[in-house]
């Protein structure tokens, strides 16, 4: 999600949204009824929606994986396109926003008020390489898991004056109970979650809602940090040339908390200092594209851009 090196304990997990693209109704024949050609399994074959009327390859394959998803088979003889049930994705993600504060405690005690303690934003910068399995268990039904690691960097300004809630200790000859420092944390961890995704359309459109959950055991913290991101997606599916694929634009909301423990020295005591975050913008938009190479391989590329910016690459190997 560096010059001192401090205990940190932080909420960082990378945010998985690595599309499982559509499916939807597409093939229509002169009285509505279904025409499929035979397909090569070569040919590029968009996961979301084609235009009725449309002549192109059949979806409609005989393969052991064909018992997903549930309803699929009959699905595609009625002329709607789904993707091949089980897909493997190599991801990368990277993303860069500031946290706001909310409590400052020190050793437990809420110290957080004018006078006391002041913390302006945290800025967050991390990236993540990820590997997902998923598989379609109804036409318009995805799911998939998650496994990954993350390395980033944490940093912001920090001024907190210890005098008015340990006066005995700061009373003391050579205690120094002023923190005033610009912190830089270096972390890394392992990322595990799992999400869900509804999608559908309507000829050469689709719309998706993705909701997704991870936990990062951060080389660094105590306890896992947890996120939860749900993103939607509009766009158009067809072809343009050689160039088969998908255009959307869409929303990101990222709920993050996370919390900074900077150990501070007063004497021969130790005082942890806490500093509470959370996400200062939840929302940002997004927008990308994806390109069907073939019938089981594609890539996508997907920016985000607001408070938060991101950048994210991904390609996928569908059987």
């Given at each position: 999600?560096?010059?001192?090196?401090?205990?940190?304990?932080?909420?960082?997990?990378?945010?998985?949204?690595?599309?499982?693209?559509?499916?939807?109704?597409?093939?229509?024949?002169?009285?509505?009824?279904?025409?499929?050609?035979?397909?090569?399994?070569a040919?590029?074959?968009?996961?979301?929606?084609?235009?009725?009327?449309?002549?192109?390859?059949?979806?409609?394959?005989?393969?052991?994986?064909?018992?997903?998803?549930?309803l699929?088979?009959e699905a595609?003889?009625?002329?709607?396109?789904?993707?091949?049930?089980?897909?493997?994705?190599?991801?990368?993600?990277?993303?860069?926003?500031?946290?706001?504060?909310?409590?400052?405690?020190?050793?437990?005690?809420?110290?957080?008020?004018?006078?006391?303690?002041?913390?302006?934003?945290?800025q967050?910068?991390?990236?993540?390489?990820?590997?997902?399995?998923?598989?379609?268990?109804l036409?318009?039904w995805?799911v998939?898991?998650?496994?990954?690691?993350?390395?980033?960097?944490?940093?912001?300004?920090?001024?907190?004056?210890?005098?008015?809630v340990f006066?005995?200790?700061?009373?003391?000859?050579?205690?120094?109970?002023?923190?005033?420092?610009?912190?830089?944390?270096d972390?890394?961890?392992?990322?595990?979650?799992?999400?869900?995704?509804?999608?559908?359309?309507?000829?050469?459109?689709?719309?998706?809602?993705?909701?997704?959950?991870?936990?990062?055991?951060?080389n660094?913290?105590?306890?896992?940090?947890?996120?939860?991101?749900?993103?939607?997606?509009?766009?158009?599916?067809?072809?343009?040339?050689?160039?088969?694929?998908?255009?959307?634009?869409?929303?990101?909301?990222?709920?993050?908390?996370?919390?900074?423990?900077?150990?501070?020295?007063?004497?021969?005591?130790?005082?942890?200092?806490?500093?509470?975050?959370?996400?200062?913008?939840?929302?940002?938009?997004?927008?990308?594209?994806?390109?069907?190479?073939?019938?089981?391989?594609?890539?996508?590329?997907?920016?985000?851009?607001?408070?938060?910016?991101?950048?994210?690459?991904?390609?996928?190997?569908?059987?």
């Amino acid at each position: 999600m560096h010059n001192m090196v401090m205990p940190f304990r932080a909420g960082l997990p990378m945010l998985m949204v690595l599309l499982p693209m559509c499916l939807v109704p597409v093939f229509a024949g002169e009285h509505g009824s279904p025409q499929l050609p035979q397909n090569d399994g070569a040919s590029p074959v968009p996961q979301v929606p084609k235009a009725p009327g449309a002549i192109g390859p059949s979806t409609c394959e005989n393969r052991w994986s064909g018992f997903l998803p549930i309803l699929g088979q009959e699905a595609c003889e009625r002329g709607y396109v789904l993707p091949r049930p089980f897909g493997v994705s190599l991801g990368y993600m990277h993303q860069d926003q500031p946290f706001e504060v909310r409590d400052v405690l020190v050793n437990g005690v809420d110290v957080k008020g004018p006078g006391v303690a002041v913390v302006d934003e945290v800025q967050n910068e991390e990236s993540t390489v990820t590997l997902r399995f998923d598989a379609w268990l109804l036409p318009f039904w995805n799911v998939y898991g998650i496994l990954g690691r993350t390395d980033g960097e944490a940093k912001g300004p920090l001024m907190v004056d210890l005098q008015p809630v340990f006066p005995l200790l700061c009373a003391l000859p050579g205690n120094n109970c002023q923190l005033d420092t610009n912190f830089e944390l270096d972390y890394e961890g392992d990322v595990m979650g799992a999400g869900t995704t509804l999608a559908g359309g309507y000829r050469s459109f689709f719309a998706m809602v993705d909701i997704n959950y991870t936990e990062t055991d951060l080389n660094i913290s105590t306890t896992d940090a947890t996120a939860t991101v749900v993103s939607a997606r509009v766009g158009w599916n067809g072809q343009v040339g050689k160039f088969a694929g998908v255009l959307w634009a869409g929303l990101m909301y990222e709920d993050i908390d996370q919390v900074l423990d900077l150990r501070q020295d007063i004497g021969d005591s130790i005082l942890v200092v806490s500093v509470e975050q959370s996400t200062k913008e939840p929302l940002n938009y997004i927008f990308g594209g994806q390109w069907d190479i073939n019938r089981s391989f594609s890539v996508l590329a997907e920016f985000g851009v607001g408070e938060r910016t991101s950048q994210m690459l991904n390609a996928t190997y569908r059987f």
